[in-house]
T-cell receptor, first 109, second 116 residues
Framework: AQRVTQPEKLLSVFKGAPVELKCNYS??????LFWYVQYSRQRLQLLLR??SRESIKGFTADLNKGETSFHLKKPFAQEEDSAMYYC???????????FGGGTRLMVKP | GAGVSQSPSNKVTEKGKDVELRCDPI?????LYWYRQSLGQGLEFLIY????????KSGLPSDRFSAERTGGSVSTLTIQRTQQEDSAVYLC??????????????FGDGTRLSIL
């Protein structure tokens, strides 16, 4: 069975501080990992995916298969980064996303 | 172009009633997914449609839940004899193809269902 764990329900940092949102997964195959974000009163939207190795809005995430982790990082948090962040993986069949419980990021001025 | 559209945005109904939730995917998207987000819970997969293939219903929590996708486009999620534990936000997503073929899922705003 596949599982995604986000150990922190809430992460509060000051503007300009580094941010790391943790995500660990369990899956027996070769997963594809994603980070989704939901800003206040907006729909859930894709932030980034490991397969693209991209940086979006200053965020990056590296898939570490040895540690089965896909932590989301940003060196300098901004107030507009405040949102709910979900880590997710898809299985080899690509027929669903399994989501973690989400982490609420609050960036204080 | 328009994103995934869901209706109604809010639905309040009495326990025991049937409800229908609608999802209009992005035009051209062959894959359609339903998820549920209960209070304090993460997103839970319910059902998946891909083209004309038989749907993957493995996430449906009980036989009171069913879904259809007519003409490969619009989908309806039906909950019969609603219970209070069905109260949740029901999210629909669509993608160009299977998610593992690098086709990300695009989500609608959801339907907030409240069972009294």
């Amino acid at each position: 069975a596949q599982r995604v764990t986000q150990p922190e329900k809430l992460l509060s940092v000051f503007k300009g501080a580094p941010v790391e949102l943790k995500c660990n997964y369990s899956y027996s195959g070769s997963p594809e990992l994603f980070w989704y974000v939901q800003y206040s009163r907006q729909r859930l939207q894709l932030l980034l995916r490991h397969i693209s190795r991209e940086s979006i809005k200053g965020f990056t995430a590296d898939l570490n298969k040895g540690e089965t982790s896909f932590h989301l990082k940003k060196p300098f948090a901004q107030e507009e980064d405040s949102a709910m962040y979900y880590c997710a993986l898809t299985n080899n069949a690509g027929n669903m996303l399994t989501f973690g419980g989400g982490t609420r990021l609050m960036v204080k001025p | 172009g328009a994103g995934v559209s869901q209706s109604p945005s809010n639905k309040v109904t009495e326990k025991g009633k049937d409800v229908e939730l609608r999802c209009d995917p992005i035009s051209g998207h062959t894959a359609l997914y339903w998820y549920r987000q209960s209070l304090g819970q993460g997103l839970e997969f319910l059902i998946y449609f891909q083209g004309n293939s038989a749907p993957d219903k493995s996430g449906l929590p009980s036989d009171r839940f069913s879904a259809e996708r007519t003409g490969g486009s619009v989908s309806t999620l039906t909950i019969q004899r609603t219970q209070q534990e069905d109260s949740a936000v029901y999210l629909c997503a669509s993608s160009l193809g299977r998610t593992n073929h690098n086709q990300p899922q695009h989500f609608g705003d959801g339907t907030r269902l409240s069972i009294l």
